[in-house]
């Protein structure tokens, strides 16, 4: 049996269990609050007081011009000295989420704004609240706009795991890492890792493919 295969075959166990106890759990978790991050953030920069459109507008700013790595060492190294402790879980889960949502809220805010101004004329003139508004005649047409760039902002969010290991999270990579480490294989060890990632991504491509083609669906019915 070739060297790669038998590598391939003794390692997969253990790299799959850390993406099903960590990398899948650290993505859907991170991403369900940048979602609720997104759509607040979105909110405040279109309907908000100006001081608060500055806040919003500068957590943006901030999250979408710094690299990722730098605001993991920030909140797991940095924050320690002020007092605020966190295990390397919650630190990337936290990072990841406002990472994420700074990038998924400009999708949801552009996707409001894409709604043809008339629409909201007819809803005053219907005697709609702004909530009845939002939720009868933007909701329903921004969520086909908004799913393309969400769902690349989850496969981007699941990429970036990649990086937790900066923190000492044993995560997918990380278990690749030290099985290179140990073996004196990098190449195999790091191809079959980027084997794992690119199945991942092409599952999540197939079911945003999916998921769009159902909303469109119900959007137009």
């Not at 099985?179 to 990098?186: C, K, R």
Request: glycine share 4%.
């Amino acid at each position: 049996m070739p060297r790669f295969l038998e590598l391939w075959i003794e390692s997969l166990p253990r790299l799959l269990a850390a993406l099903v106890q960590v990398t899948i759990p650290l993505s859907l978790l991170s991403f369900a609050i940048a979602l609720v991050i997104a759509v607040l953030v979105a909110l405040a920069r279109l309907y908000s007081p100006a001081p608060l459109k500055a806040v919003a507008w500068a957590y943006v700013q901030v999250f979408r011009g710094t690299p990722l790595v730098v605001q993991l060492f920030i909140v797991y190294f940095g924050l320690p000295g002020i007092g605020i402790e966190l295990a390397a879980f919650p630190a990337a889960v936290i990072t990841l989420a406002l990472n994420t949502g700074a990038y998924a809220s400009e999708a949801v805010r552009a996707s409001i704004l894409s709604i043809p101004r008339g629409q909201f004329e007819a809803a005053r003139s219907l005697n709609l609240s702004r909530a009845a508004t939002f939720r009868r005649v933007v909701a329903p047409q921004a969520m086909r706009i908004v799913l393309p760039p969400l769902a690349n902002d989850f496969i981007d969010l699941v990429k970036g795991t990649s990086l937790v290991f900066a923190i000492t999270l044993i995560d997918l990579f990380q278990v690749g890492r030290q099985i290179a480490a140990t073996t004196y294989e990098p190449l195999i060890m790091y191809t079959l890792v980027a084997l794992i990632y690119l199945v991942v991504v092409s599952l999540l491509s197939l079911g945003q493919n999916q998921l769009e083609r159902k909303v469109s669906a119900h959007v137009r019915a």
